[in-house]
């Protein structure tokens, strides 16, 4: 509740942008859903310096005719060819520094194929990152979710660093593991991304959750930044059915905290406080009652917030846990076996950054 209070909000009506504004956004076989994406960002409006490079990691689905189509011959719109990554690199953090290297803006904004943004986005988020003082923000989309499985699990993105992470001191603090971000909407100050090493950082490269990696460097170069609300600017649908779902969280959450313990100790801990107190409350314990009815309350207050189903889904919650508990089981499992892959291209030398537990997509 308190950090709901604390989250900040960009302006419905923000003041037009007298800086030239940067979008990257790095494609990979994305010819079925970059058109929308694409479209919106070409709708924004107060940003009369827009300069959007669309970096195409190695399609082979038509990505680029699509792109060429949809800007229509468009000035602001330029195609970059990433090119294949090199070792040490995986292949969002190698289109992303492709792209920065080409970038004239004063304010660089990462984005993903599969957002939708408000005509005031991208004006919005900027206005907000320079009226706050901060290097770095990551206004976090509204997410979409339809089938069962993704209303268990999606909701978890938003309540999970809402829940854990103390926002005022995660904005100041350089600690790594105070730290979340998006790269699915991702602003960040030019200078302070150079100044950080950017996605071509060592500890970005190569790293599974680039845009939590990348926030820490840009911590660790001095700059400060963090989550905020973007519920009114962009929709995500990240994933369209169980199979896309379950592969998607399986490529990321073994790296989200740190080790094989650290993910172990967090599932644990998750079930200790959200699945014991249901468990006991079906045996009379009204202890238990108050603690599964406190999550319930907590999951509730975040989808309110946040966009989401609040009821009923919020009674779910303890199904949400135990569904999250074996996506990282999963994900543990592949990744020891060697069967990580993304996009077709094998996950074998990203980075884990060992400093703390990590919120990001």
């Not at 030019?190 to 071509?200: L, P």
């Not at 911590?219 to 990240?238: E, S």
């Not at 009204?286 to 319930?296: E, K, Q």
Request: hydrophobic share 45%; glycine share 12%.
């Amino acid at each position: 509740m308190l950090n709901l209070r604390a989250l900040r909000r960009p302006s419905h009506d923000p003041a037009e942008i007298g800086e030239r504004v940067t979008v990257l956004l790095p494609v990979r076989n994305e010819a079925d859903r970059v058109a929308p994406g694409l479209a919106s960002l070409l709708d924004q409006i107060r940003v009369p310096d827009l300069e959007i490079l669309v970096i195409d990691d190695g399609s082979t689905d038509g990505t680029a005719e699509v792109v060429r189509q949809t800007a229509a011959g468009d000035p602001r719109v330029r195609l970059i060819e990433a090119g294949e990554p090199t070792a040490g690199w995986l292949g969002k953090p190698h289109a992303c520094a492709t792209g920065a290297q080409a970038a004239t803006g004063s304010v660089l904004v990462f984005v993903d194929a599969d957002v939708r943004f408000a005509p005031h986005a991208l004006a919005a988020a900027v206005d907000l990152l320079r009226t706050s003082q901060l290097q770095l923000v990551s206004p976090y989309p509204r997410q979409l979710t339809v089938s069962a499985g993704e209303r268990l699990v999606q909701p978890l993105l938003q309540w999970s660093w809402l829940t854990t992470l103390p926002l005022n001191l995660a904005e100041r603090s350089p600690k790594p593991s105070l730290s979340a971000a998006n790269g699915q909407f991702l602003v960040v100050d030019a200078d302070a991304y150079r100044n950080s090493g950017g996605h071509s950082a060592q500890s970005v490269r190569g790293a599974v959750l680039e845009d939590i990696a990348l926030l820490r460097a840009v911590k660790a170069a001095g700059g400060k930044g963090g989550v905020v609300d973007g519920t009114q600017l962009a929709v995500c649908r990240m994933y369209g059915d169980w199979p896309q779902l379950s592969n998607g969280y399986a490529k990321s959450l073994w790296s989200a905290f740190g080790s094989k313990a650290g993910a172990g100790a967090v599932v644990a801990g998750l079930g200790v406080v959200y699945l014991v107190p249901p468990v006991a409350a079906l045996t009379g314990s009204l202890t238990g009652l108050s603690g599964y009815l406190a999550g319930v309350l907590g999951r509730y207050l975040v989808a309110e917030r946040t966009g989401g189903r609040s009821l009923p889904d919020a009674f779910a919650h303890p199904a949400s846990i135990a569904v999250f508990g074996w996506l990282v089981a999963r994900s543990v499992n592949a990744r020891s076996r060697g069967q990580l892959t993304w996009r077709g291209r094998p996950i074998g030398a990203a980075v884990v950054d060992p400093t703390g537990p990590a919120q990001g997509r």
